[in-house]
């Protein structure tokens, strides 16, 4: 029998042992957890959670929503398409949400709740880890997916719940499966980190490393040296593509928060922002809130994430500039929304001239046409005259 197999195996013996001890339970609702009642203002959406979405009078955009890995969740209507959610508070993806579909629904009503999320189980379990939970999951429940307690006499009087808010509650499991105990199995919420077998008071110092990250999650502070906003980085593999490592956020236990630039520790590990870490940090890299697309005569056509502000010189920069057959004089910015626009540009007189006029700060959904001149002296003509083209099509692009 593989490792896996039987830890699989040793957490569904465990979770059924505790079925039997709920079911001989009193009917009362188990006592939830301190984190229940606050952690969900506080709990920022991750790549992974499941969200559910209702519009009032509209059911063509009410559903269940998985946070995919670009961070966004994507409406079945081509017109709304994708909405950035990942990072953010259940409060500002609702506004995000009600924003868009506004955009087509007049002053719509939205309710966005969390489905599933992860859960973090550490200590004297058979397999620690991050793992996925269901709305109203209980404490049993998470200790089962890690495999259950190491030894189960020891263990389960020392079970440890801390929410996102750094609050911290001890409960007996093992009252729960000998007497049935339903106050020492609380509901989970989103964020909620469970610490297995361990005194009171011995927990490891640690931070949190949250966001565009490639690797979230806790990680241990060293006592025999400083731990630092570098090391942190390292820890958790660096940032992602579609990061914003210049915006990046130190929130502290008492409430300080610190904007750092992470762009820069490579360069200068001296620098102010590569502050000391220390317990119940969490560093938030946040992703660049601006979603561009740069087609036609650029070298690396695609999507891409960039910062508020960004120039159009800067996002055919990030495309890789400008290919050999691109048509200078006739770029065309389309700009989406409930009345799409078309915005011309002339890069010719931007690149060579150093007109910035010609050069316009980009929005969220932008999309950047370059038409390229063809090598066909057949087709030359057509492709020539192609934003004539995008002017007979431009409602196809309010999909974006």
Known sequence: MSRHRALYLAGALWISLLGVAAAAAPTEEATASPAAATSPAQYRLQIGDVVGVVVLGEAAYSGSFPIRANGSILFSDDMVGNVAIAGLTVEEATRA????????????????TINRFKAMVVGEVRQPGQYDLDSGARLAEAI??????????RDLARTFVMNVAGLEVSYDLRAFRERGDTSQNPVLS????????????????????????????????????????????EACGRWTEEANPRAARLLRKDGTKLTLDLSVLDGDPTSEDNKVLVEGDEL??????????????????GQYRVPTGTSLLEAIAIAGGLSENALLRDCVIMRGGPNPTQLPVNLERLTRNGDMSQNPTLLDRDIIMVPVRSTDPKRRGLLDTVTDTFSRYWWLFRVW
């Open 97 to 112: 949400v009600s924003k868009r579909i506004g955009e087509f629904v007049r002053d719509p009503s939205v309710s966005l």
């Open 144 to 153: 089962g997916r890690a495999g259950g307690p190491l030894d189960e006499k």
């Open 190 to 233: 989103p964020g909620d980190r469970i610490s297995v077998g361990r005194e009171v008071g011995s927990l490891r110092s640690e931070y949190r490393v949250s966001g565009a990250v490639k690797k979230t999650g806790y990680f241990p502070i060293e006592h025999e040296r400083e731990t630092r906003v570098s090391d942190a980085v």
């Open 284 to 301: 938030y890299v946040p992703r660049n809130p601006v979603q561009i697309s740069v087609l036609g005569g650029v070298k690396k056509e």
